[in-house]
C-alpha cells in the first residue's frame, strides 16, 4: 500500500521517533510503514488519520490497479 506519511511527518518536521512517540508505536514500525514494508491495521490507520486531521484515504492509497 502506496502512503505519503514521510511527507506529512517532513510538513510537521517530526522525526521517526517523534512520529512513533505520538502513535505509541516504535520508530521501526513508523520506518516499515513510510517504506511499504507494513501496512499499518486499521485502528492504526484511524489514529494516523486523526493525528494529522486527514481521510485515510488521503493518507494511503491501494497500489492495486483498476482494469
Known amino acids: 500500500m502506496k502512503n505519503n506519511l514521510k511527507a ?18 516504535s520508530r ?11 501496512d499499518p491495521s486499521l485502528p492504526l490507520a484511524f489514529k494516523i488519520a486523526r493525528l494529522f486531521e486527514l481521510r485515510i484515504e488521503d493518507i ?6 483498476n482494469p
Open 8 to 25: 506529512l511527518r517532513a510538513e510537521k518536521n517530526w522525526s521517526q521517533a517523534a512520529l512513533g512517540r505520538e502513535l505509541d508505536i
Open 28 to 38: 521501526q514500525s513508523v520506518n516499515a510503514i513510510e517504506t511499504g514494508r507494513y
Open 60 to 65: 494511503f492509497q491501494d497500489d492495486i490497479k
